[in-house]
């Protein structure tokens, strides 16, 4: 109750941030995207991990002005690379949104209306979501229709860890699938744990999707997930979330 309390007034107290961590093209290195991610800096006891956070986000319903802040601080800082460094800026900003703002049915109009403010084209955004968030209601599915017929790209975040995995594919609009990590970790495993990898990426160039392996960690994997078909990768062997700053640090030294 407390944190939930103390939650309420970390945005109006601007405690909230977001770290971006690149998405990389394997073939070539480039980061071709980034991922926001959520950060609270708590007055007194530091870094809240998102983990804590935003299950009370979500509880309290506090997730959706919060999610919205999080999409139009991602968009504006998307489309000031866009602006800054032109092609060299990372192509696509991907954004998880929740369960419980998916059941907003006001929600597409939340994105139109941050993508027009911000001015980021919306081939320049993916929305990141939870199998899981779509499985239990229809009324998400259209939702999701909804921000797809806006020219946004839709990620399925933890793919394969959920429900309704493969169902999912012909009822929603996906045009990315987000490895989890607990496959990826298998690409250096057994024969039977790398199958796994392997069919997903034979699903998503069948489907024509975009695959991004999560949690890559080591060069092993990311020469693996390579030689699999992979092309997209995001992990802590290439760089752990960062700082926008940090950012254009690496798109300077790309250039
Ligand atoms: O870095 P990591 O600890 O950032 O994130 C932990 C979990 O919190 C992940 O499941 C991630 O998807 C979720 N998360 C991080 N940032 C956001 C956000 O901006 N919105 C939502 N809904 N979830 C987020
Ligand atoms: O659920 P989602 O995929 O949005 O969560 C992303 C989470 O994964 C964040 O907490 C992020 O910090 C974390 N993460 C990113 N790369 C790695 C990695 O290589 N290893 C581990 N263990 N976590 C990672
Ligand atoms: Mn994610
Ligand atoms: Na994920």
Redesign the pocket.
């Known amino acids: 109750a407390q944190l939930a309390a103390e939650l309420s007034h970390a945005l109006e107290r601007d405690e909230l941030h977001?770290?971006y961590?690149p998405v990389v093209d394997l073939p070539t290195g480039r980061i071709v995207g980034v991922e926001?991610?959520?950060?609270w800096e708590h007055p007194r006891d530091g870094m809240v991990?998102?983990?804590h956070f935003?299950p009370v986000?979500?509880r309290t319903g506090l997730?959706v002005p919060?999610?919205t802040w999080?999409l139009r601080t991602?968009c504006r800082q998307a489309a000031e690379w866009q602006e800054r460094y032109g092609d060299a800026a990372p192509d696509r900003m991907s954004?998880?949104?929740?369960a419980r703002?998916l059941l907003e049915p006001t929600f597409p109009q939340t994105v139109a209306a941050v993508l027009a403010e911000t001015g980021l084209d919306p081939s320049h955004l993916t929305v990141?979501i939870?199998e899981t968030a779509v499985f239990g209601g229809g009324r998400a599915v259209e939702t999701v229709a909804a921000i797809h017929a806006l020219g946004v790209s839709i990620a399925l975040?933890?793919f394969g860890t959920g429900h309704s995995s493969l169902g999912l594919l012909r009822t929603c609009p996906v045009d990315v699938l987000k490895v989890d990590k607990s496959f990826v970790d298998g690409v250096t495993g057994t024969v039977e744990q790398e199958a796994i990898a392997t069919s997903i990426i034979e699903i998503a160039q069948a489907l024509g999707l975009r695959a991004i392996a999560e949690g890559v960690e080591t060069g092993a994997q990311a020469e693996r997930l390579h030689t699999l078909g992979y092309r997209l990768a995001q992990g802590f062997h290439f760089a752990k979330?960062l700082r926008s700053t940090e950012i254009e640090n690496l798109i300077t030294l790309a250039e």
């Open positions: 977001l770290m961590q926001a991610l959520v950060r991990p998102p983990l935003i986000a979500e997730i919060m999610g999080i991602a954004v998880n949104v929740s703002q990141e939870t975040d933890d979330p």
